[in-house]
């Protein structure tokens, strides 16, 4: 009736949302993630709710339990009289057939309304939970990069990491995301991280795999460079111009640097990798995250930086903000107010400049930047891109958000394109530095 062992991937899944809506449900789709399954209904004048069938685990929290699967759903708080019915109907549907579905399904797959839409967003979320699309407005218009978090796993742990907890991603999961942002969104940067993307089994080929995509306009890597310390590593990459590094190293002292990642004596590592990177001519740009323990170490570090890669091809040099995600409870510790940081990082900038390094803009990420009002217009003018805000990510004095703007930013005429500051920032150091911006300001 929906499916056999020897189905292809989306074959059964497309047979199992025929065979359910027969049955009177109200699906919009059904995604299936590496053994699980989401199974979306129409909400009848409300919100949609998602079913969720997940490999049975004992002592796991779930609405009901098949032998199978444990079924949880969100999307609502409570269930109504008609909702119940429909969730109720669904899981009695699958307790009957399960023993017909594929035993195992790695990778996505996908029947219904998203396949027959242009929602990308939408259905690109709704598949690949383990990466996210960073979309921001610059000069040549609204860019895209997908950041696809290989592993949580980590050989640091940075206090102030805004790398979320998600679900470990096959290989297949990640082959599938790949070649679905390809032939969605072409022209996409295509950006491996994690954790420490590098502990991932199956790096080597999903880089591999990405740049065999030509649809992407880069496939960049956020590491730490330790295990590039390896010269095995380091022969194993692709040569590919498309390919860069983004390197994460807060200090060049050992001790601020060990107070950073929490890690220790992987400096030395970190330097030797970062030097292997850039000796192989591809692109590397060193994020520096400016904090409350390495802000004074920060005009320092340009010169024995400059001093350490002496010889070697230049770097791009990048500045971040502690961007206190709530899975990161202690990191609101390493804020540092953004009028005192600021002249910090300006020195350090041209200092960096002044030493032949590339320098980018000083709010040239997306979320890990200084708000635009409190830097000058020179900087503004500079700033190549920013965020397209997602709904519910900020809001004016509401501390339920993860970013927070005054009541006065309202009047700013950068509000549509401003995060304003981590609620965390907000709580500890109100909203007295945030100055609207006129129009021609």
Not at 12 to 29: S, T
Not at 69 to 98: H, T, W
């Amino acid at each position: 009736m929906v499916a056999s062992a020897g189905d292809s991937s989306g074959t059964w899944v497309e047979k199992l949302l025929v065979a359910l809506r027969r049955q009177g449900l109200p699906l919009r789709e059904i995604l299936a993630v590496d053994g699980s399954l989401d199974a979306v209904l129409d909400g009848r004048g409300g919100p949609e709710i998602v079913v969720e069938l997940r490999p049975l685990a004992e002592g796991a929290r779930c609405y009901r339990s098949t032998r199978r699967f444990n079924i949880s759903y969100r999307g609502v708080r409570d269930l109504g009289p008609a909702q119940r019915r429909a969730v109720d109907g669904l899981i009695d549907i699958i307790a009957r057939i399960e023993s017909r579905l594929p035993v195992t399904w790695p990778g996505v797959a996908a029947a219904g309304e998203s396949e027959e839409t242009e929602d990308l967003e939408r259905a690109f979320t709704r598949r690949f939970r383990f990466a996210q699309l960073d979309r921001s407005h610059g000069d040549g218009g609204l860019t895209t990069e997908v950041l696809v978090r290989l592993t949580t796993s980590c050989n640091q742990d940075c206090p102030f990491c805004s790398g979320p907890p998600v679900d470990r991603p096959t290989a297949e999961s990640v082959h599938a995301c790949i070649d679905w942002v390809a032939d969605h969104i072409p022209g996409a940067r295509f950006t491996l991280t994690g954790g420490e993307p590098t502990l991932c089994s199956f790096f080597f080929d999903v880089i591999r795999h990405a740049l065999a995509r030509s649809e992407f306009s880069g496939v960049a890597v956020q590491t730490n460079a330790v295990r590039f310390a390896s010269a095995a590593r380091i022969a194993e990459l692709p040569a590919d111009e498309r390919l860069s590094f983004f390197v994460s190293l807060h200090a060049l002292d050992p001790e601020i640097y060990d107070r950073c990642t929490a890690s220790r004596g992987q400096l030395p590592l970190a330097i030797d990798g970062l030097c292997r990177l850039l000796a192989t001519r591809r692109p590397v740009t060193v994020n520096v995250v400016a904090n409350a323990v390495n802000v004074g170490h920060l005009k320092e570090m340009m010169p024995a930086l400059a001093e350490l890669l002496a010889g070697l091809p230049p770097l791009t040099l990048h500045f971040s903000i502690v961007m206190c995600p709530p899975y990161r409870p202690t990191a609101a510790d390493f804020l540092v107010r953004y009028t005192d940081l600021l002249p910090v990082l300006e020195a350090a900038a041209a200092t960096a400049a002044q030493l032949g390094m590339v320098v980018d803009p000083l709010i040239s990420s997306t979320h890990a930047s200084i708000p635009l009002c409190l830097v000058g217009h020179e900087h503004r003018s500079a700033s190549t891109h920013r965020p397209q805000l997602v709904a519910g990510e900020t809001g004016y004095e509401d501390f339920a958000r993860p970013w927070v703007k005054a009541t006065s930013c309202r009047s700013c005429a950068f509000t549509e394109r401003c995060l304003g500051v981590p609620t965390p920032y907000a709580q500890r150091f109100g909203f007295g530095e945030l100055q609207p911006v006129s129009p021609n300001g």
